[in-house]
């Protein structure tokens, strides 16, 4: 027994030894497997294989200098330059927004480039700057993640977003009541009954400070989401230096899922604050881990309250950092103490989730099936209807596939960035004598092959987009890490060059995303959809609304369709947006992270007021009236 015991640490560690060569090989391999299903099945995901490959490949071919190499990076310039530098950046900053400012519902090309140049001198202090001028650097990373944030959630005269409209309502009736209810405003069950940390804290703040409610949600809530990038600079600091800290909490400040769930912001937004301070507990070595250990568990508790998809990430990051640090120990010692600290909050954790879950999910109010019954069922939703809907990939993929690559590939090109630098710096981290490195790098590799695994076995209930705001804050580390240890093996000034130029675009192409930038895209504009909605806009509703009594509909998906017969819709109003005409707006959630898109043409419009009676028009909003004589 002890000579196969023997053997098999001996296999391990041979394993461990040789991880910095199958990890890239393996990288290598999936990037080839992704470009070869991308292009049999002419799904538009090259570029992902693509940017899997070449950095891949880029780290196997200067993996020597890579791994010799560090993230010690110091420009030397005179004060001058210094000073010039920051008076750029508020010029900039302040230009920006007076671009907000004089711009009524569009945020244009200049301010993109503005803001990107800010992202650029930021990187410029962060070069020169030393040690203790890090929270000036930190301060200037704040206000551009507001200005991001909040230059779109205060664009449009409405809610921005789609969520955050029963959030907004729910947290009224909260208000209105002192109590948190069971029913949604739409009456049906409210599940956030259960979890209500969110609608407490907007209420709360609602009713200390007399803001209005959407006031209150972006004050209380996408304040700390902004300020949680604070976190991913001290874990960067305390791994590796001040600069990689300070370039992570940049990177992700203006990463396209951050920007998107900062102006929209919802539960899930708040229970990336709890995520990204956690992980900070956990990599950090407390002088005095038992009362680390109990400020941990407080923040594990409120996290469950917060959100399910949240607090199920946790759970899967900490039992990853777990696992890949007794991996570790097999090869190169563990501290016992805390092994047993690490698993013992694992196991409270885990019991408080489940436990949680039973209550919340399995109640009478909702139904009379079991937890069990629950999960199971949900299982089976998805690996039967959501693979059927996946069945025909160009159906899945189809906004992209009508649109040209072109366009796609640069919607994609920040992320690309991101990407690319991530898995340089993540296969750097593999090889790490520090442990924390070394599992948060295959943490990442962990988390992503969760997101894009279930995507692409059609499985969407874990709703795999909001999982990116928690993988970006390990990614920008990583990614950080990456930048300074590729411009470290350029000589003479162009390191500076290169570095400068990564950040500039990788911020341009994060921040005019359709994912951050849906409501004017530059690019990729039938894919995009706009979550905002113009004054006049909302006073055609509100006028219609005056003018008709009964229920006010919106478009519904199943109207496109040549053979739809308008007989069941006699008696109803029905209101039509111009920019339904130009951009998706009609939409149909066909499942959680499944949403079915058209663009409407004029052929539907011929058809629709061949049925309908035009009652109301402002040039933007149309009211149509489908009478019974119709």
């Not at 139904?367 to 209807?385: E, M």
């Not at 998906?557 to 040549?562: C, D, E, Q, R, T």
Request: proline fraction near 3%.
């Amino acid at each position: 027994m002890s000579g196969f015991n023997f053997e098999k640490l001996e296999f391990i560690k041979s394993i461990g030894r040789r991880a910095d060569a199958i990890f890239p090989l393996c990288g290598f391999l999936l990037g080839c497997f992704v470009i070869y299903m991308s292009l049999s099945y002419r799904i538009h995901q090259q570029d992902i294989g693509g940017t899997i490959l070449f950095a891949s490949l880029t780290y196997i071919l200067l993996k020597e200098k890579l791994l010799k190499g560090n993230e010690i990076f110091q420009l030397q310039v005179p004060k001058w330059s210094a000073y010039v530098n920051n008076i750029f950046f508020f010029f900039v900053f302040s230009f920006s927004l007076w671009i907000l400012y004089t711009n009524l519902y569009i945020r244009p090309l200049s301010y993109f480039i503005l803001t990107a140049f800010a992202c650029v001198s930021i990187t410029f202090d962060i070069l020169h700057s030393n040690e203790k001028l890090s929270g000036f650097v930190l301060f200037k990373i704040l206000i551009i993640g507001l200005l991001l944030y909040g230059g779109i959630y205060y664009e449009f005269s409405d809610i921005y977003g789609t969520d955050t409209h029963f959030h907004n309502g729910e947290t009224s009736i909260y208000i209105e009541r002192g109590h948190i209810v069971l029913d949604a405003p739409q009456g049906y069950f409210n599940s956030y009954y259960y979890f209500p940390i969110f609608h407490i804290l907007t209420s709360v703040t609602s009713i200390l400070t007399g803001l209005n409610v959407y006031d209150s949600i972006f004050s209380s809530i996408t304040f700390p989401y902004t300020f949680s990038v604070v976190f991913i600079f001290l874990i960067g600091k305390k791994l590796v230096n001040s600069k990689v800290g300070l370039l992570a909490a940049l990177i992700l400040v203006f990463g396209d899922y951050r920007i998107l769930f900062g102006a929209a912001p919802i539960p899930t937004s708040f229970g990336s604050v709890f995520f990204m301070e956690i992980l900070y507990l956990f990599l950090v070595n407390a002088s005095k881990p038992i009362y680390n250990k109990f400020i941990v568990i407080f923040l594990l508790v409120v996290l469950v309250l917060t959100h399910t998809i949240a607090a199920f990430i946790m759970f899967v990051t900490i039992i990853s950092l777990y696992f890949w640090k007794k991996i570790k120990s097999y090869l190169e010692g563990f501290n016992s103490t805390d092994s047993k600290i690490f698993l013992n909050t694992i196991v409270m954790f885990g019991a408080m989730l489940i436990g949680y879950w039973l209550y919340a999910i399995s109640v009478p109010e909702r139904s009379s099936a079991t937890f069990l019954d629950y999960i199971l069922s949900s299982l089976y939703h998805a690996l039967t209807y959501d693979a059927e809907f996946a069945t025909s990939v160009t159906e899945k993929v189809s906004p992209y596939v009508a649109t040209s690559y072109s366009e796609y590939f640069l919607d994609h090109l920040g992320y690309l960035f991101f990407l690319g630098t991530g898995i340089i710096g993540t296969y750097v981290w593999l090889m790490d004598e520090n442990v924390y490195k070394s599992s948060l790098s295959l943490t990442i590799v962990v988390l992503f092959a969760l997101l894009y695994g279930f995507s692409l076995m059609g499985m969407r209930t874990i709703m795999p987009s909001r999982w990116f705001i928690f993988v970006y804050g390990i990614l920008a580390l990583v990614s950080a890490s990456g930048i300074f240890r590729m411009a470290n093996l350029i000589e003479n000034k162009l390191n500076i060059v290169t570095i400068l130029t990564i950040i500039f675009l990788m911020s341009f192409f994060m921040v005019t995303s359709t994912i951050s930038n849906g409501d004017n895209p530059l690019y990729n504009e039938k894919s995009s959809q706009r979550l905002g909605h113009k004054a006049s806009e909302i006073n055609g509703i509100e006028t219609i609304g005056r003018i008709y009594n009964g229920t006010i509909n919106p478009i519904d998906l199943n109207m496109v369709s040549l053979g739809y017969s308008f007989i069941e819709d006699r008696g109803k109003l029905y209101v039509l947006n111009k920019e339904a005409f130009r951009i998706p707006v009609v939409s149909k959630k066909i499942n959680p992270g499944i949403i079915n898109s058209v663009i409407l043409d004029d052929s539907f419009k011929a058809r629709f007021e061949s049925n309908g009676s035009k009652i109301y028009n402002n040039g933007e909003i149309w009211g149509y009236l489908f009478n019974s004589n119709n």
